[in-house]
C-alpha cells in the first residue's frame, strides 16, 4: 500500500525558512520521481518541485520557487525533503507530495505553511 506522509510545516516569519519531509512507503522508493505540490486558499493546486529516480538526477521548480527551494531525496530513507528559504508570505499554502505508481496518483495528507509576521 503507498503512503505518502508529509511533515515540518509550520508558521513562519517573511524571510525565514522550513524544511519539509516526505517519508513514502509501499513502494520501490528509488525509482520512482516524486513531486511537491502546494494549493493556497482559494487556487488550484501548483507543481513546486520535482526530483527524478536516482538514476536520472533531475530536478526542476517553479519559477517562483527558483532559487529559494531545494529539492533532495534520501533512497536509504525513503525521505523526499523541499528546503524552503526566503520565505515570502505568497508562500502559504497546504503543501502535498505526490507520486504516479503504475499510472495511479498517490498524495499524502498534506503539511500547512503559514509565511506571516
Known amino acids: 500500500q503507498v503512503q505518502l506522509v508529509e511533515s515540518g510545516g509550520g508558521l513562519v516569519q517573511p524571510g525565514g525558512s522550513l524544511r519539509l519531509s516526505c517519508a513514502a512507503s509501499?513502494?520501490?522508493?528509488?525509482?520512482?520521481?516524486i513531486n511537491w505540490y502546494r494549493q493556497a486558499p482559494g487556487k488550484q493546486r501548483e507543481l513546486v518541485a520535482f526530483?527524478?529516480?536516482?538514476?536520472?538526477?533531475?530536478?526542476d521548480y517553479a519559477d517562483s520557487v527558483k532559487g529559494r527551494f531545494t529539492i533532495s531525496r534520501d533512497n536509504a530513507k525513503n525521505t523526499v525533503y523541499l528546503q524552503m528559504n526566503s520565505l515570502k508570505p505568497e508562500d502559504t499554502a497546504v503543501y502535498f507530495c505526490?507520486?504516479?505508481?503504475?499510472?495511479?496518483?498517490?498524495w499524502g495528507q498534506g503539511t500547512q505553511v503559514t509565511v506571516s509576521s
Open positions: 526530483i527524478g529516480s536516482s538514476i536520472y538526477t533531475i530536478r
Open positions: 505526490n507520486v504516479y505508481v503504475q499510472g495511479r496518483a498517490y
Open positions: 509501499g513502494f520501490t522508493f528509488n525509482i520512482y520521481t
